[in-house]
C-alpha cells in the first residue's frame, strides 16, 4: 500500500499539490447547467436560421432530406442512413455537406461566446488567482520580495502563430461567425430594450444567410503571405481588443504583491512562423520571407497609427493647466524642425497641448516610416523611425512628463496602455523565426568546403566526429570560405548564403526583433548548430570572437529536438554545445540565454503519446540542469499542435505541468491550425486564454523553482512513468511497424485526399521519400486519424502502459501520482478527451467499406487497445464512465457527436466515389462535385470535433 510507505509529512505534501482536474478546459466546452441551457437555446435558434436558409436558396425539399439525415444519424443502426446516402447525386452530397459544416461552424461560435460566459462568472481571474498564491508564499517566508522581483523581470510568454496545414476555414468565414457571436452576445445582453429582439432576430437571420451563400473552400491553395495575413488577422484583433486591459490587469495584480511593472517590460510577446518555416515548404524563399516582413510591417505600423489617433482624441491637457518637462520641449522643438509642415498644420489649433503636438508627430512619423518601408527608400533621421526603440523613446517622454506633473491618473492610464500595447507588438506585429532542415546546411558547407580543397576526402564523407572538429575549428575562425569572385552557381551553397543574406537585410531595414532565432530542424549533434553558425558568419549575422573578446550574434540559434532519439540526447548535446568556446561566445552574445524547441509531432509519431510526453518532461529536467551549470538561462520552445497526439490541449494546463525550474521566466509556445480561431475568433476569450497562460507562466517561474517532495516519492512516481512510457512505446511500434498499417491507415482514412485540399502552403509529405509512414507529416498523419474517429495518436498504447504499471502493482502510486503531479494529471486528462471524442463504431463503417481484406484486421488490435486503455484510465481516475465528473459537458459533446454521424457517413460515400472513380491511375481526378463533397467532409468534421491536427 502506497499510504502505508510515505510518512506523515510526505503525505501532507502530497496532498498540499492534489488538485481536481478542469475537465471542461480539456474538453474546451461549456460544463455547467445555466450555460449549457443558453447554448442549447442560441444552437437551437441558429439551427432554424440554418434551415430556413437552405429552404430559401435550395428549396424545402432541399431541407426535408437534410432533416430526414438528421433523424436517421440518431439511429444506432445507421444502414438506413447510408442506403439514404448512396441514392444522392454528387450535387445533392455537396448540399448535404455544406449544410452541416455550415451547422457546426455556428456551433463553435457560439459554444465559444458560452465558453467566455462561463469562465468568466467565477469573480476571480487567472492572474488574480496567481497572485493570491504568491502573496501566501510571500505570507509564509517561502518566497522573497527580491527573488520575485527578479524572476517577475525576465518572465515572457510568447504565443508564435504558425502556418501549419490544419485550420480549414476561411478568413472570410471567420469574420461573418465573430459577427453571428457579436449578435447573439447583444441578444442575451440584459439592458436590451424590448423593441431589440426582431432586430437582433432579423440580423442573425441576415449573417447566417450570409454564411449559406459563401463558399467555404479556397478556390486556390493559399500561399505563405496568406498564411502570414490570417496570422496578422488575428494579431490584430489582440492588440486592438486583448493586450491593453490584459496589460492593466498585469500590473495591477503584480501591484498587490508589491511589484511595479516597468512600462518597458514585455511579458508577453507574440512570434510567427509564417513565411519563415523552410523545412520542407519550397514555397517560403527569401523574397517570400521579406515580403511577409514586409506585411508584417505594413499591419503593424497601421494598427499604431490607429492606436496613437485614437490616444490624440485624449491628450488635451493644456500648458495653461499644467507644467510639461524640459525634455518634452526640446523634443517637440527638434520635432517642428526636422517636420515643418506637420507643425505648421497643427499648431494653429494644439499650439497649447503639448502631448497632443507631440503624439501628432509620432503620427506623422509613424506614417512615414510606412511609407519609407513600402517603398524602400532611405531613413530620414527625425522624419520616420529606424526601430521601435525611437518610438518607445518619444512616447515615454510624453508619460514621464505626466508624471513630473504629478499627473499620475493620466500618466498610469491611456499613454501607458498604448505603451505596454506597442511594446508586445513592436512594430511588425510579431518577430518572425527562421527554421530550416539541418542537412541544408551540411550540404551548403560541402560545396563550400569542397571548393577549397583543403580536405583529404569530401566534405559529405567525413563521419560526425571529424564535421564536429573541423567545423568547431572553423567557427572559431574569421576567415571567409567564399571568396570574393567565384560564383557560388546555383547549389545549396548559393541558396543558404542568400538566405542569411536575406536575414541581415532585414535586420538593417527593420531592426534587431524582427528576426531573433534559427530553428535548426533534426538536430542530431552539435555539428547541426555549428554548421548553420558558419554560415552565419559569412554573412557578417555572427563574428564568434576570440578568448577575452566579446562576440558578436545579430541572430540566436536553437536546435529542434524531434524524435524520442533526439530528446534522449538532448542533455548530452546541449553540454557539448555550451562546453564549445566559440559557441559559448556566441550564446552570451545573446545574453546567455539559449533557446531549445522541443518538437511534440514527430516523437508523437515516432514512438507514441506515452513515451513522447515523457521524453520530453525528461529531456527538460536534463536541459534545466545542464544550462544552470554553465550559467545560462533557458528558454524552452514548445512546438505543440492542436491535437493530443501533437502535444495539444490546455495551454496553462500544459505550462504548469513542466519539471520544476525548467521555466524561469521566457517561454515560446506554438499556436497552431484551427486552435487559433479556437482561442482568438472571439477577442472576450482570447484575452481568457492569453491571461491563463500568462499567469501560468508567472506561477511556474516563481513558485515552481524547486520540488518540496522528497525523492523516494520523486524516484516511485519516476520508475512508474518509466513503465507507462516504455510499454506503450513497445504497443505503439508494435502497431506502427505492422505491414498492414500504411494500407489500414491510407484506406481507412482520407490522408491522401487531404493532401489535395487548399489548406496550407506546405506540402503533406516529406519531399524524395518512397510513400511511406515516414515519409508523412505529424499533421496529417493525425489529421488523417481523427478524420474517421480513430484519434489513434492520442491514445495507442497508454492502456498497455498503465496496465504493465498496475500488474507491477503501483495502481495506487498512479492514483497519487494523478491527484498530486501536474505532469501526469495533464498527460492522462488529455487522454481522457481524446477517448471521449474516439468512436470506433463510426471507425467501423470506414473501415468495412474502405479497407481491403488484407489490412482490416489490425482494426482488431486498435479495438482491443482502446477497449484497454478506457479500463485503464477509469481506473486510475476513479470513475465508471469517461466524463462521470463532467455530465454537462458530456451531454454537449453527444449532441455534437449526432450531427457529426451523417458527416462521417457523407465522407465514407464520397470516398467511395472518389476511390472508384480514380483507380489505380495517379494521374486520375474524381468528378468535381465529388472532391468538393469530400472536402466540406473534411471542413465539417473538423469543424465539429475541434481540436483536430
Do not use: C
Not at 151 to 173: I, K, N
Not at 395 to 400: G, S
Not at 578 to 607: C, F, H, N, T, W
Not at 635 to 648: K, N
Amino acid at each position: 500500500m502506497v499510504e502505508e510507505t510515505r510518512t506523515p509529512e510526505t503525505a501532507d505534501l502530497i496532498e498540499a499539490d492534489r488538485r481536481e482536474p478542469r475537465v471542461s478546459a480539456f474538453a474546451g466546452g461549456v460544463s455547467s447547467d445555466e450555460q449549457h441551457a443558453s447554448l442549447r437555446a442560441s444552437v437551437r435558434q441558429l439551427g432554424r436560421l440554418l434551415g430556413e436558409a437552405i429552404s430559401r436558396h435550395q428549396g424545402p425539399e432541399t431541407l426535408a432530406l437534410v432533416e430526414q439525415v438528421r433523424e436517421l444519424s440518431r439511429d444506432p443502426d445507421d444502414g438506413d442512413l447510408h442506403a439514404l446516402l448512396s441514392e444522392q447525386d454528387d450535387a445533392t452530397a455537396v448540399t448535404l455537406a455544406r449544410a452541416f459544416t455550415a451547422y457546426f461552424q455556428l456551433v463553435n461560435v457560439t459554444e465559444q461566446l458560452h465558453r467566455w460566459q462561463e469562465v468568466t462568472e467565477d469573480g476571480e481571474g487567472p492572474l488574480a488567482a496567481t497572485t493570491g498564491r504568491i502573496r501566501e508564499a510571500l505570507d509564509e517566508g517561502s518566497l522573497s520580495p527580491e527573488l520575485l522581483t527578479e524572476v517577475l523581470g525576465r518572465v515572457e510568454y510568447r504565443p508564435v502563430f504558425t502556418a501549419h496545414p490544419t485550420e480549414s476555414t476561411r478568413r472570410t468565414v471567420l469574420r461573418l461567425l465573430r459577427k453571428v457571436a457579436a449578435t447573439i452576445a447583444a441578444a442575451e445582453d440584459p439592458r436590451r430594450r424590448p423593441g431589440d429582439d426582431a432586430r437582433t432576430e432579423r440580423r442573425l437571420a441576415e449573417l447566417v444567410d450570409l454564411l449559406w451563400q459563401t463558399d467555404e473552400l479556397r478556390i486556390a491553395k493559399p500561399q505563405p503571405t496568406d498564411e502570414a495575413r490570417t496570422a496578422l488577422y488575428y494579431l490584430a484583433q489582440i492588440a486592438q481588443h486583448v493586450i491593453p486591459g490584459l496589460m492593466e490587469e498585469l500590473q495591477h495584480q503584480l501591484g498587490t504583491v508589491g511589484v511595479e511593472l516597468p512600462a518597458d517590460a514585455r511579458p508577453l510577446r507574440f512570434g510567427t512562423w509564417a513565411g519563415g518555416d523552410r523545412d520542407g515548404n519550397p514555397f517560403v524563399t527569401p523574397e517570400v520571407t521579406l515580403e511577409v516582413l514586409g506585411l508584417q510591417h505594413d499591419f503593424g505600423l497601421r494598427e499604431l497609427v490607429r492606436q496613437v489617433e485614437e490616444l490624440l482624441t485624449e491628450m488635451s491637457a493644456s500648458t495653461r493647466v499644467v507644467d510639461v518637462t524640459e525634455e518634452l520641449q526640446e523634443s517637440l522643438a527638434a520635432d517642428a524642425e526636422a517636420l515643418p509642415i506637420t507643425y505648421s498644420t497643427i499648431k494653429r489649433l494644439n499650439a497649447e497641448e503639448p502631448y497632443r503636438l507631440k503624439l501628432s508627430f509620432v503620427r506623422v512619423r509613424l506614417q512615414r516610416t510606412r511609407d519609407r518601408l513600402a517603398n524602400g527608400t532611405a531613413h530620414e533621421p527625425g522624419r520616420d523611425y529606424l526601430g521601435f526603440a525611437e518610438l518607445l523613446r518619444d512616447l515615454t517622454l510624453v508619460r514621464d512628463s505626466m508624471l513630473a506633473d504629478g499627473d499620475t491618473l493620466t500618466g498610469n492610464g491611456a499613454i501607458l496602455r498604448m505603451i505596454r500595447t506597442a511594446t508586445a507588438t513592436g512594430l511588425g506585429m510579431a518577430t518572425l523565426d527562421v527554421r530550416e532542415h539541418s542537412g541544408k546546411h551540411h550540404d551548403a558547407l560541402a560545396e563550400l568546403f569542397d571548393r577549397t580543397g583543403e580536405l583529404d576526402v569530401p566534405y559529405a564523407d567525413l563521419d560526425r566526429e571529424q564535421r564536429i572538429e573541423l567545423l568547431s575549428r572553423e567557427m572559431a575562425g574569421r576567415r571567409p570560405l567564399v571568396g570574393a569572385g567565384h560564383p557560388l552557381g546555383d547549389g545549396q551553397a548559393a541558396a543558404s548564403l542568400e538566405l542569411m543574406q536575406t536575414l541581415r537585410t532585414a535586420l538593417d531595414t527593420y531592426g534587431p526583433d524582427v528576426v531573433e532565432t534559427y530553428i535548426v530542424s533534426m538536430a542530431h549533434d552539435v555539428d547541426d548548430l555549428f554548421a548553420v553558425v558558419v554560415l552565419a558568419r559569412e554573412a557578417g549575422l555572427v563574428d564568434t570572437g576570440a578568448e577575452g573578446e566579446d562576440a558578436v550574434a545579430r541572430i540566436g540559434f536553437a536546435p529542434l529536438f524531434e524524435t524520442v532519439a533526439e530528446l534522449e540526447v538532448a542533455g548530452p548535446l546541449l553540454e557539448r554545445l555550451l562546453s564549445d568556446p566559440a559557441y559559448r561566445r556566441v550564446v552570451a552574445a545573446r545574453g546567455d540565454v539559449q533557446e531549445i524547441m522541443l518538437g511534440y509531432s514527430d516523437s508523437s509519431k515516432d514512438a507514441g503519446i506515452a513515451a513522447s510526453q515523457w521524453q520530453i518532461h525528461r529531456a527538460q529536467r536534463a536541459l534545466r540542469d545542464i544550462a544552470r551549470e554553465h550559467g545560462v538561462r533557458l528558454r524552452l520552445f514548445h512546438g505543440r499542435g492542436g491535437s493530443v497526439g501533437r502535444g495539444g490541449g490546455p495551454t496553462a494546463e500544459a505550462i504548469l505541468s513542466q519539471p520544476y525550474g525548467s521555466l524561469d521566466g521566457p517561454i515560446k509556445v506554438t499556436e497552431q491550425g484551427e486552435v487559433i480561431s479556437d482561442k482568438y475568433l472571439l477577442p472576450e476569450l482570447g484575452r481568457y486564454n492569453l491571461e491563463g497562460a500568462l499567469a501560468a507562466v508567472v506561477e511556474a517561474s516563481v513558485l515552481h523553482r524547486t520540488s518540496l517532495l522528497p525523492q523516494e516519492v520523486l524516484d516511485d512516481w519516476n520508475g512508474t512513468m518509466d513503465l507507462v512510457a516504455g510499454h506503450g512505446q513497445t504497443a505503439y511500434r508494435g502497431l506502427v511497424r505492422d505491414e498492414a498499417l500504411v494500407p489500414f491507415f491510407v484506406t481507412a482514412t482520407p490522408v491522401d485526399e487531404l493532401g489535395k485540399m487548399n489548406i496550407g502552403s506546405r506540402p503533406s509529405k516529406r519531399p524524395g521519400g518512397a510513400g511511406g509512414l515516414d515519409d508523412l507529416r505529424a499533421i496529417p498523419w493525425v489529421f488523417g486519424w481523427t478524420q474517421s474517429r480513430i484519434i489513434l495518436p492520442g491514445w495507442f498504447g497508454v492502456g498497455s502502459g498503465l496496465a504493465a504499471a498496475r500488474e507491477d502493482g503501483r495502481l495506487e502510486t498512479l492514483q497519487e501520482m494523478y491527484g498530486s503531479w501536474s505532469f501526469f494529471r495533464t498527460f492522462l486528462s488529455n487522454v481522457q478527451m481524446t477517448l471521449t471524442k474516439t468512436d470506433l463504431d463510426i471507425a467501423g463503417r470506414y473501415v468495412r467499406t474502405l479497407v481491403p481484406d488484407e489490412a482490416a484486421g489490425i482494426f482488431d488490435v486498435i479495438r482491443a487497445e482502446h477497449e484497454r486503455t478506457v479500463e485503464e484510465v477509469l481506473r486510475v481516475t476513479g470513475q465508471s464512465a469517461l466524463l462521470e465528473q463532467a455530465p454537462v459537458l458530456r451531454r454537449t459533446l453527444e449532441l455534437r457527436d449526432h450531427y457529426l454521424a451523417p458527416l462521417h457517413a457523407l465522407q465514407v460515400s464520397m470516398l467511395a466515389r472518389s476511390r472508384e472513380a480514380v483507380g489505380d491511375d495517379p494521374d486520375a481526378s474524381a468528378p468535381e462535385d465529388v472532391q468538393r463533397a469530400l472536402s466540406l467532409t473534411i471542413n465539417g468534421i473538423a469543424a465539429g470535433l475541434r481540436n483536430t491536427g
